[in-house]
C-alpha cells in the first residue's frame, strides 16, 4: 500500500503541474520553437508510459532514501538532480541528434524538468510524511 501511496500522490503532483505548465504556460512557446516538431494531437499512451515510469523510478531513486533519511532536504534536492538528469537526457540527445533543435527549448525544458521534479519530489515528501505518516 505505501508504494502506491507514493504512486499516485506523485503521478498526480507530476501530471497536474506539467498540465499547468505546457497547457498554461508554455504551449505557445513550443510551438513557436518547434512547429513541424510537434504533433498534432498527443501520444496519450507514450506519454502516459513515460509518466508511469518516471514516477517509479523517483520513487525508488528519490522517495525511498529521502524517507529513510527522514529528510525533505534530501527529497528536494535528489529530486532536482533526478529531474536535471532525465530531462538533459531527453534535451541533450535531442540538440546532438535533431537537426535545428532549438538550444533555448534545451535550456527551458531543463529548468522546467529540474524544478518540475523538485517539487514534486518534496510535495510527495511531505503529504507521505504528514498526511500518511510514512
Known sequence: ??????????????????????????????RSMLGAFLA???NWPAAILFYVFFVIALIIFVLEPA?????????????????????????LTNLATTRDWPLLITVVDIVW??????????????????VYKM
Open 1 to 30: 500500500m505505501r508504494y502506491i501511496k507514493l504512486f499516485l500522490t506523485a503521478i498526480s503532483i507530476t501530471f497536474v503541474l506539467d498540465i499547468i505548465w505546457i497547457g498554461g504556460f508554455a504551449m505557445e512557446f513550443y
Open 40 to 42: 498534432d494531437s498527443v
Open 67 to 91: 524517507l529513510k533519511a527522514r529528510s525533505l532536504q534530501k527529497s528536494l534536492v535528489l529530486g532536482a538532480l533526478f529531474g536535471f538528469a532525465a530531462y538533459m537526457t531527453y534535451d
Open 113 to 130: 524538468g529540474t524544478i518540475l521534479t523538485a517539487v514534486v519530489s518534496a510535495g510527495t515528501y511531505w503529504i507521505a510524511t504528514k
